[in-house]
């Protein structure tokens, strides 16, 4: 079969890729841009699963999500089920202490490699301290708990360290400051002063829809890897219906997947971890870490996503991994702070 010139560049491409190093954006934004169901797409997924085996020496990680609260949220961002735009949460409802124990005892329990608390930008920083220091009161010292929280300064990132948080989740989302109300500048500043304050990082190239283009994608990666986060990748928008954003549609698994994959060859070896895993195609296309969820949870409306919304548990990413022939880290995660 000849090959097309664009089909030689792909190809190219991938030798590139194959060294580990990364790749420059021109040819990170040729790979965004392959048809997800061409010969090629399933090159690109195939290299970029056999890099992360690599990467993590074929161990994949879960980390566990306990969303702290369903407040209305006045930030806006036109995806988010708690943004007061949407008005679809009405009322406050947040999880008390002793939920935040039960989580942490059951996730730990389940094996999971990393507990992260997330709360919306309306949830007082003292009552985010307080919860820290609850769920460091019940998880084991080693089980790095990282935060998602609102934009921080250099001393309120203090703060969250002084209260057991060892890394944190943040993210300049896909057309930040257009589909939300927070400046970019506001986001990069919080991971310079997540930095700072000795938090590790986490983030990720996210909430992608159909409607952004390969040169968006390339951007968002590009700031991703030069953010120094020890894990990123890429993340679909979960369509929440009733949302500003819900006409606009969801990527299927397969661009997904590509996605996902791209991240992997943009960003070569370093770091190890690869996100996110949302299926077993996701899981062999260069995708090594999942997220499961409980508690409240911005891509639904369920008062607690375990029960009737589209948190999923420990087992499933397990399920996952095993399906797309991994194994998962018996332990607590490596890749956080590599
Ligand atoms: S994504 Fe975060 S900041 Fe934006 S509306 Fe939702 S909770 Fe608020």
Redo the contacts with the bound molecule.
């Keep these: 079969m000849k090959l097309t010139d664009a089909q030689t560049r792909v190809y190219e491409i991938l030798e590139h890729a194959a060294a580990g190093e990364g790749l420059p954006d021109d040819e990170i934004e040729v790979l965004y841009a392959v048809d997800p169901l061409s010969r090629e797409a399933f090159a690109i997924r195939h290299d970029a699963h056999l890099m992360s085996l690599e990467a993590t020496n074929g161990k994949a990680e879960i980390h566990a999500q306990i969303g702290l609260n369903g407040s209305p ?1 006045g ?3 036109k995806f ?1 089920s ?2 007061v735009c949407n008005g679809l949460r009405k009322k406050l409802f947040e999880l008390t202490a002793e939920d935040v124990k039960r989580y942490c005892d059951l996730y730990q329990e389940q094996g999971a490699n990393l507990v992260l608390m997330l709360a ?3 949830y007082p920083f003292e009552k985010y301290l307080e919860m820290a220091n609850v769920a460091r009161s019940v998880l084991d010292p080693e089980m790095p708990l990282l935060a998602n929280y ?1 934009d921080v300064t250099v001393e309120r990132a203090r703060q969250l360290k002084a209260a057991g948080i060892d890394g944190a989740y943040h993210a300049v989302r896909m057309r930040e400051g257009v589909d ?1 109300t ?1 400046p970019v500048e506001k986001r990069l500043q919080t991971i310079r002063n997540l930095r700072e304050a000795g938090l590790s990082l986490q983030t990720c190239v996210e909430p992608i829809g159909p409607e952004h283009t390969p040169a968006e994608l390339v951007e968002a990666t590009r700031r991703c890897i030069d953010s120094g986060a020890n894990s990123a990748g890429c993340g679909r928008r979960i369509t929440v219906p009733g949302t500003q954003v819900e006409s606009r549609g969801q990527l299927n698994d397969l661009q997904n997947s590509l996605n996902v994959a791209v991240y992997r060859l943009a960003t070569g070896l370093k770091p190890a971890l690869n996100c996110a895993v949302s299926t077993p195609i996701t899981a062999t296309s260069g995708g090594n870490l999942g997220w499961a969820e409980v508690g409240l949870n ?1 891509r639904d409306t369920a008062e607690r996503t375990e029960n009737g919304g589209r948190g999923n548990d420990i087992a499933y990413y397990r399920w996952a991994f095993t399906n797309a022939g991994w194994e998962v880290l018996d332990g607590y995660s490596q890749g956080w702070k590599l």
Excluded: L, R
């Design positions: 949220c930030k806006n961002c988010c708690f943004a919306t930008a309306s609102d939300t927070i911005p």
